[in-house]
């Protein structure tokens, strides 16, 4: 009889994948595949003892190191929502609020204070109890460090009070409409009496997470996580999953194949001819949903010149043969995005009309010609250069083994060597590629966006300049480091009233300064990357019951999509 749990003791550590374009297996991969099916088909262990194992692969990362810190930039796959929990859920498929650590929460009549009660009973995974003082402790540390303070919460909190322990009071200095979402749905509590000494959450290993979640963590390697089922958990009955299991994969290509063999029964994979290497092999129990969720932009490092100038990032933009992107490097899955950074259709009715037909097109020769309008000229060997004779010579930054962005990174480098710009793919690991973005040390980067309720939460997090920061400082969310008063004062004007047409006017303009100054320039819609097999567990996610947003990597939406799974009898 095998049990799964020695996978976590007998897998080599993974080779580099051996470049974007070949089927390239990782040793890692090649193991964790002889065990997996060892043990048999699906992630249900043995019926000797009725253990329920989802296994679940969000998107390839390499080694995992050792961390839950719910704050720290390299926190491990189920830390943020299986471990540790937020006040409240919004559903970012159709942005319904569901009561979570939080039963309920009202704003004052004059919207600055805002007052959250909590759910009477909760447990930490320790026995301890949950009460106001973790969350007014959380709340502070943030405070005490800044860098931990993604969403910049106080910047807009004047103080946080506990009147008693069921009952959390925020006073604003003024009135912010989007502090329920930030507060709320993205802050992940932790507890005072773990946390008081472990100094700054982002340096925190955290090895042993104490959490109100439906998990807790069962054992670490670096090929290997698992959680297992918290006993003290507050939703009775649940969660009906024993354990959760991330093993580790350096590529889509190595994680792809345990999920055509079935191995595996909940990914974030960019699959291509998912059809043919997924579905069709179980089409009773293989299934796939990619719903549009944010933009997939290009960051150009607009602290650094030339991206500074907007001829460049124009001429930039010009040069990318976006449908390429999307019939080859996306496989069909992911339309060319629109210049608005808005996702359409889906945010249709936040579109200013005067932009219902603005599209991306393909021009080289309007790039040359924006680039010879800033004073860049050719030189001898083709490549432009500046006034002073400094060379247009540039990385462009992607994960290594996101085979989707490594093929686009490839395909917009080609691009802009066709017009006279050395562009060079700069493949890197995930934590030195995210190192980069923060710190603002890189040229160009393949990137994401962070959707929220409305396209407010996307234009904040990629333009708002207080989630910005000089560069070699960690930026939460403004990577490209854009600066500009115009943009505050219209995300001002969105977030500090209730009336909706003020907010719609300040919707209009983002989308003018998104189409007129590319601060990013976008190129295809995100898709929601979900595959999942019914096989072992009901109850997903699907088009017809959107009830979370259903990728693994979406968080806390993954929890929810965990507490909703039950293992087929």
């Known amino acids: 009889m095998c049990d799964k749990s020695d996978l976590s003791r007998s897998s080599p550590r993974p080779l580099a994948l051996l470049g974007w374009g070949r089927v390239a297996l990782s040793l890692l991969a090649l193991s964790l595949l002889v065990l997996l099916a060892a043990c048999g088909q699906g992630s249900s262990s043995s019926s000797s003892n009725k253990t329920h194992v989802l296994t679940v692969v969000p998107s390839p990362k390499g080694d995992f190191t050792n961390g839950f810190s719910p704050y720290s930039a390299n926190a491990n796959y189920g830390s943020q929502g299986m471990i540790y929990e937020t006040l409240l859920f919004f559903n970012r498929m159709n942005s319904q609020i569901t009561p979570w650590l939080a039963q309920s929460y009202d704003f004052s009549s004059d919207a600055k204070t805002l007052t959250f009660h909590l759910r009477p009973n909760v447990k930490w995974s320790d026995g301890q109890p949950f009460t106001s003082a973790d969350v007014v402790f959380t709340l502070q540390m943030l405070k005490q460090y800044p860098a931990a303070d993604g969403n910049g919460l106080w910047q ?11 009952t959390v009071t925020v006073t604003l200095k003024a009135p912010y409409t989007p502090i329920l979402w930030y507060l709320a749905g993205q802050t992940w509590i932790v507890s005072k009496h773990e946390y008081a000494s472990a100094g700054d959450p982002t340096k925190f290993v955290d090895a042993n997470p104490i959490g109100t979640g439906p998990f807790m963590l069962k054992s670490f390697s670096p090929q290997l996580i698992t959680l297992k089922k918290n006993p003290n958990y507050w939703q009775p009955g649940k969660p009906a999953i024993d354990e959760i299991r991330y093993p580790a994969f350096d590529s889509n290509t190595s994680a792809e194949l345990l999920l055509s063999r079935g191995d595996v029964d909940w990914t974030g994979l960019y699959t291509p001819n998912i059809e043919q290497t997924y579905v069709a092999k179980d089409p009773a129990h293989n299934h796939y949903w990619f719903p549009n969720r944010n933009i ?72 040359q010609q924006l680039l010879e309008s800033a004073g860049f000229h050719k030189g001898s060997d083709g490549i ?56 603002g040390n890189y040229d160009m980067a393949i990137s994401w966006t962070n959707p929220g309720p ?79 097999s019914s096989r072992n567990f009901t109850g997903w996610p699907d088009k017809n019951n959107a009830y979370a947003s259903p990728a693994p990597f979406d968080f806390p939406d993954a929890e929810v999509v965990a507490l909703n799974l039950k293992p087929v009898a």
Not at 156 to 166: E, F, L, M, R, T
Not at 301 to 326: C, G, M
Not at 407 to 427: R, W, Y
Not at 487 to 515: C, W
Request: a negative charge; proline letters at 6%; glycine letters at 4%.
């Open 156 to 166: 807009y909190i004047q103080n946080v009070q506990a009147p008693d322990d069921q």
């Open 296 to 367: 997939v932009m290009l960051y150009l490092n607009t602290a650094k010149a030339p991206f500074n100038q907007l001829a460049v990032r124009q001429a930039i933009s010009a040069a990318i043969d976006r449908e390429q992107i999307y019939k080859v490097a996306e496989s069909g899955y992911e339309p060319v995005a629109s210049p608005t950074g808005l996702v359409l259709p889906e945010n249709q009715s936040f579109l200013n009309p005067k932009y219902a037909n603005v599209a991306f097109a393909k021009d080289p020769n309007k790039s």
């Open 384 to 439: 432009y250069v500046d006034s002073s004779g400094k060379k247009m010579s540039f990385q462009i930054d992607v994960v290594t083994g996101w085979t989707d962005w490594v093929t686009a990174v490839q395909i917009i480098a080609n691009n802009l060597k066709a017009i006279g710009i050395d562009a060079k793919v700069n493949s890197i690991s995930f934590n030195a590629y995210y190192s980069a973005l923060q710190m």
């Open 454 to 532: 409305t396209p407010f939460y996307l234009y904040n997090s990629l333009l708002n300049s207080t989630n910005s920061a000089p560069l070699g400082k960690p930026a939460p969310s403004n990577w490209e480091r854009w600066m500009d008063p115009t943009t505050d004062k219209l995300l001002a004007q969105y977030a500090t009233t209730t009336d909706q047409t003020k907010q719609q006017e300040a919707l209009y303009g983002l989308q003018q300064i998104m189409v007129e100054q590319l601060p990013s320039i976008p190129l295809v819609y995100g898709a929601t990357w979900y595959e999942y």
